[in-house]
């Protein structure tokens, strides 16, 4: 192999990798997993019996369990929902818990706080408990409009996922049964298996598309940004 053949070689590696590597990367983004939506506008809480700090799904990533008057049998489900989920993700700046529960049921909340605090360590700050009415439970359940029924108490083990845009988010074609609405909090295997993975999902979505909205944003402060030929001519006097 002659030197000018290896020089041409070396640099139509040099100018043509780095057009690989953005196409591969681009196509990689364009093609990335989103967590299917299967209820779209789910019924917002902020404005519901008992929500005196005015939570509100928009604009969060929202875990929402729907605990009704049977929060004295909770306790496992929040250790669980706490160890797999919280812990890994409160530090996302829009992830929040919210849990619905019965607003007669103020002392047994407390309790749970108090072992969440104490026993765990747990940093409540993105915790909201809402005490609220049965029919408000069962009203904003029923938005979300999934496969899933409230127990007597109007409570379930079952936790949601929603989006910033107050859409419910699971999967379209679960191995088990297909469409999955929400995650079984008494099961560590199905948190850990499921659950885990399409909140990774969701936080990497918005990840990506935060990223996009700064690239675009610098883009435009690079195109109007003014140049300094743009100031000397500001400066220069006009002919008149």
Known sequence: MTKNLKKYLI????????????????????????????????????NI????????????????????????????????????IYKRFNEFQDFQFVLLHNKNDNQAIEDLKSELVSGVGTDLKNW???????????????????????????????????????????????????????????????????MVDDVKIILAEYRLALKKNDSLFNDCLLYTSPSPRDGLLSRMPSSA
């Open 11 to 46: 640099l139509g590696f040099l100018f043509f990798f780095p057009i690989f590597v953005y196409v591969f990367l681009s196509t990689g983004i364009n093609n990335f997993a989103k967590l299917p939506v299967l209820t779209q506008t789910v019924m917002d809480i902020e």
């Open 49 to 84: 019996e008992g929500n005196s700090a005015n939570v509100s799904f928009k604009n969060k990533i929202s875990i929402v369990a729907f605990w009704g008057g049977d929060v004295n049998s909770k306790k496992s489900e929040a250790l669980n929902l706490n160890q797999k």
């Open 128 to 194: 909201n408990f809402i005490p609220t009415t049965q029919s408000n439970i069962k009203m904003i359940f029923e938005s979300f409009k999934t496969n899933i029924e409230l127990d007597k108490s109007f409570s379930t083990p079952y936790v949601f996922i929603v989006d910033r845009d107050l859409s419910l988010r699971g999967r379209d074609d679960d191995e088990d049964i297909g469409v999955l609405y929400g995650f079984d909090s008494q099961s560590v295997a199905e948190i850990n298996n499921k």
